[in-house]
C-alpha cells in the first residue's frame, strides 16, 4: 500500500529531528555549561520549528486523512499507528495557530511567575495566570470536539482509557480503605532508630554504590548509561540507548539509591521494547501509567524490600562503614520505609504518596466541572491536607504552590503517579503467583524478574493500550484493591 | 539589501542542521554506548542528507551567486562571507554527483581497509584504494577549474594562501638548518633521569590534576567543559560553549598532560571569538593552521617550559608523591622535553615533530606531481625516515601506513600540522617584545597572555585570512626562521 509507505516514510523523518533535539535535551540537562543556552535556544528553535511544519503539513494530514478513512482495509498494527497519529494531529491542527502561540508564550511565562509565587510565598501573584491555563485548556479541549466532560479528555490524553468513572472508583477506594490505614500507621508510635539518614555521605561514594545497583539491577550497559543530573530523569531514543540519571544529595543518600532504582525501572522497560516497534508510531513505553508502574516496582517492591538489603545491605556498609557500620539490617529496613505525614509530595514515602495524588485530582477535577474558582484552591489544599494526612501547611509555598505541573499546562496528569503504583500492585499480585518474588530478590536473580517484565510487558512498546495491556497480563480490569491490600500487608507488617 | 539577509536566513538554517549533528557528534564520541550507533547512523543520516540539500539547493545557489556577481557593492565582512561561501558551493556542486557519491563511499570504505592494512602490515593490500583516492583528488582538482598546480589548489584548500613556493621555502630552511642540529641533539649523549615517564600514575588522580590545568590556564568553566574521550580532541559550536577531551593513560601520564593542554590552546582560541561572527561565515578559529599555532604554543611554549613547572610541579608532585616525590623540578623539566628519534608521527617530541610531516609534504608533493606511483611510496618512506631521522622502520605499519588521513582522502592537510608550530614561533617573538612570558608563566598570570591572544589573533573569528593575520600581528610575512631559531635555542639550553 503506497499510502502507508509514504506515511512511514514520513514518520521516518520526523523522527530523525525529533531525534536530534532529544539529543540536544540530554546534553542540556547533563552537561552543556550555561554560556550554551541563549544561542542554543535560537538554533533548537528552528530545528523544532521545521519538526513541527513537518509533523503538521498539509502532505502529512492528507496522508494520515486518507489512511484514516480506510482504517478497516489496515492490519491492526497499522491502524493502531494511524489512529495514534490522528488523534496527534487532530490536537494540534484543531486549535487556531494564534491560540497555540499565544497558549506557549502564557506557559513559558507561567513557569517563571510560579517560581517566583512560590520562593515568595504569592499564590495571588500567580492565580491569574493559573486562571488563564485553565481556561485555554477548557477552550482546547471544546476544539478537540469530543463529546465527553472536558476533564475526561485531559485524563485520556495522560492515560489512554481512563476517565473520571475509573479514578473516581480508584481514589474512593483510597479514601475509605488507606486513609484510616494511613491514620493507624502515623499514630502507631513505633520509635525508628534512624538518625544516620541525613548524615553525611560522600557524592563520590555514593556514586559507587549507585553504579553497584545498576548492574544488581542487570541494566545492559552496552546499551545505555547513567549519569548524574539536578532532577533524575529516564531518557531513551530507542532500546540501543536508554540512559537516565541520578543526583547526590550528601546529606540524603537515600535520595540517589531509590532515584537509581526507580529510573532503572523506566529504563529496562524502553531498553526490553522489541526494536521492531521503533520505526513505527508504536515505540517506547506505552503511557505514564505504564512507566511509572516499573519504576515503582522496582523502586518499592523490589529496592524497599527486605530481601533486597539482605542481599545488598553489605556493599552499602563496606562503602561507608562509619555511617552505617553499627546499622542493623533490620533498622536500615525500616528507615527505607519510614512513614511521615509530610507537606511536599516529592519527599512524600510510599504509604502517603497517593494520598498527595488524591488531592491534586479532586482539585483538578473540581475546577474543569467549574466547581471552585481558582482563589479558592489554597483554602480547598490546606483543608485537604487537614483532612487527608492530618496536617496543615504553614504556606501555600508549602501547599498549593509545590509542584509545577499546573504552570506548565500539565492538567490530568497528576493521577497517573498514583495509578502507576496501583498497576504495579495488580502485576506485583500476578507476578507472585508465577515466580518467587522475594526469593529472586534475595538471592540476586533480577534477571528472571526482568524477563518476566520483558515477556508480559516491556516487549510489547505501545502496541498495546496501558489497560488492554492490564488486562492480558492480570486476566481482570483495573482493580485498585490490590494497591489497598500490598500497602496494608507491607505497612501493618512494620509499624503495627 | 534583501538579497543578502535573504543569505543570511538560509545560513542561519544551514547551521541549526549543522549544530544539531554536532551535540550529536560529541555525544558519540564521547557517551554514546555501543548500542546506539546502528540507529543512529540511520536518523543522522536523514539530518545529514537534509543539510546538503539546504546547502546545495538551487535556491541557496542562486542567492550566493547573486551576491557573488556585486561582490564589489558589499561591504568587506558581507564580501569574505560570499567569497567563502561560493568557494565552498564552488567544490561541492562542481564534481558531478555519481563521482561524489562514488568518492564518499571509496573514502568510508579505504578507512577500514587502511585499518586492516595497518594491523597486518600489508601495504599492498590497501595500495589500490590509496591509488584510486589519489586519482580522484587530481580529478575534482579538475573540476574545480582553478588554473594552478593541482597539489596547490588542494594546500590552499587546507591553509588559505599557502602553496608549494611557501612550503617548499618553509621545509628547505628546516632541511638545511634544523635536520643537522636534530642529529647534533640526537648524538649529544645527554643522559635523562627519566624512568618515572612510563611508571603507573592512576587515572583518577591524573584527572585532578587536568583539572587543576583547567584552572590554572584560566579555561572559562561557564562557557565550556573538559571530558575524556578515546582520542583527544576540541569541539565547539560557538564561544559560549565549546569543549575537549583528554585521555588518561596510565603508564604514560604526560598524555594527559599535554593533550590536555594541547586542547585548551583549540579552546582558549574559540572562547575568545567575538560572538559577533556567530552568524556569519565567519564564526570559528580562521585555519587549521593558525589553530594549530594556538595549541602547540600552549602545549609547547608554556606548557614545557621551565617556568611553568617552576609554578606548577608542586600540585603534580603532592598528587602523585610516590612516583615524584624524589623527581627535582629540573630533572621533570627534562623529560617533559626529552627528544628521541621515533618512527610515529603522534608519539614524536617537539623537535623532530616537523621532520616527520616534511616526509609527508614531500611525498604528496611528488604524487600530485605524478613524479613517483602509490607503490614506490614504502621504499621512498623508509629512505626519508633514514634521512632525516637516521632510524628505518622495521615495517610498513610503524612507517607508511601509520596515518589515517590519507585513507579519509586529506591530502595537503599534514603540512598545516606543522605549519601551526611555525606559526607559533613567528607569534611568539612578536609577544615575547610586549609582554614578559616567562614572568607571567612562572607567576601564574596566564591571563595576560590569554587576553593579549584575544586582542591580537582570537577576537577575529575567520573574518581574516591566515596568512593576513600573521602579517598584521607580527608585521611579517610568514618566515621560518622564527622556528627553527625558536627551537635552536631552547634545545641548545637543554642538550648541548
Redesign the interface.
Known amino acids: 500500500m503506497e499510502l502507508l509507505s509514504k506515511f512511514h516514510e514520513m514518520l ?2 520526523q ?3 525529533g ?3 532529544n ?2 535535551g ?2 542540556s540537562a547533563t ?10 535556544a535560537e ?2 528553535g ?2 523544532s520549528g521545521e519538526l513541527f511544519q513537518l509533523s503538521t503539513s498539509n502532505e502529512y494530514q492528507e496522508v494520515v486523512n486518507g489512511l484514516f478513512e480506510v482504517l478497516d482495509d489496515l492490519d491492526d498494527i497499522s491502524r493502531r499507528e494511524i489512529k495514534k497519529a490522528k488523534k496527534a494531529l487532530d490536537k494540534i491542527t484543531k486549535i487556531p495557530k494564534n491560540e497555540f502561540v499565544e497558549y506557549n508564550m502564557l506557559i513559558n511565562l507561567a513557569q517563571r511567575k510560579w517560581e517566583d509565587a512560590k520562593e515568595n510565598n504569592d499564590f495571588a501573584g500567580f492565580s491569574d495566570d493559573l486562571e488563564k491555563i485553565f481556561s485555554y485548556t477548557k477552550k482546547f479541549v471544546e476544539y478537540y470536539g469530543i463529546d465527553d466532560h472536558p476533564y475526561n479528555v485531559l485524563l485520556d490524553e495522560y492515560e489512554t482509557g481512563m476517565s473520571m468513572t475509573e479514578y473516581d472508583n480508584f481514589f474512593e477506594t483510597l479514601k475509605v480503605d488507606l486513609v484510616p490505614f494511613v491514620k493507624q500507621v502515623l499514630n502507631s508510635g513505633k520509635e525508628l532508630n534512624d538518625d544516620f539518614i541525613t548524615i553525611f555521605y560522600d557524592a563520590e561514594k555514593q556514586k559507587v554504590f549507585a553504579e553497584y545497583l545498576v548492574d544488581v539491577l542487570n541494566f ?6 547513567m ?1 548524574k543530573s539536578v532532577h533524575p530523569f529516564t531518557w531513551n ?5 536508554v ?1 537516565f540519571t541520578t543526583r547526590y544529595l550528601e546529606n540524603f543518600m537515600f535520595s540517589s539509591i531509590f532515584a537509581a532504582i526507580h529510573e532503572l525501572g523506566h529504563a529496562t522497560y524502553e531498553q526490553q521494547i522489541d526494536p521492531k516497534w ?1 520505526a513505527t508510531m508504536l515505540s517506547g513505553g506505552t503511557s505514564m501509567g505504564i512507566h511509572e508502574s516499573q519504576s515503582r516496582f522496582y523502586e518499592n517492591m523490589i529496592g524497599r524490600s527486605y530481601e533486597f538489603w539482605e542481599a545488598h545491605y553489605w556493599k552499602l556498609q563496606e562503602i561507608f562503614p562509619e555511617q552505617l557500620g553499627n546499622i542493623s539490617l533490620k533498622d536500615f529496613h525500616l528507615a527505607v520505609n519510614k512513614v511521615e505525614a509530610s507537606f511536599v509530595r516529592v519527599e512524600a514515602d510510599e504509604l502517603t504518596y497517593p494520598l498527595h495524588i488524591m488531592i491534586r485530582y479532586e482539585i483538578e477535577r473540581m475546577i474543569m466541572s467549574n466547581e471552585i474558582s481558582i482563589s479558592e484552591l489554597p483554602k480547598i489544599w490546606n483543608q485537604k491536607m487537614v483532612e487527608y494526612l492530618g496536617i496543615q501547611p504553614k504556606d501555600d509555598s508549602e501547599g498549593v504552590l509545590q509542584d509545577v505541573h499546573w504552570s506548565a499546562g500539565l492538567i490530568g496528569y497528576f493521577p497517573t503517579y498514583a495509578l502507576g503504583s496501583a498497576y504495579s500492585a495488580q502485576f506485583y499480585y500476578t507476578m507472585k503467583k508465577e515466580i518467587d518474588i522475594d526469593e529472586l530478590v534475595k538471592t540476586n536473580n533480577i534477571q528472571v524478574i526482568n524477563e518476566w517484565l520483558k515477556e508480559k510487558i516491556h516487549n510489547f512498546g505501545s502496541s498495546k493500550d496501558p489497560l488492554e495491556l492490564l488486562r492480558e497480563v492480570t486476566n481482570e480490569d483495573f482493580n485498585p484493591n490490590y494497591y489497598v491490600r500490598y500497602l496494608k500487608e507491607k505497612y501493618s507488617k512494620l509499624y503495627l
Open positions: 521516518l523523518k523522527k530523525a529531528y531525534y536530534v533535539l539529543i540536544a540530554w546534553d552537561e552543556a555549561p550555561k554560556g550554551a543556552f541563549a544561542r542554543r538554533l533548537l528552528i530545528i545492559d550497559r552496552d546499551r545505555g548509561l549519569k531514543t530507542h532500546s540501543g540507548d540512559r521503533d
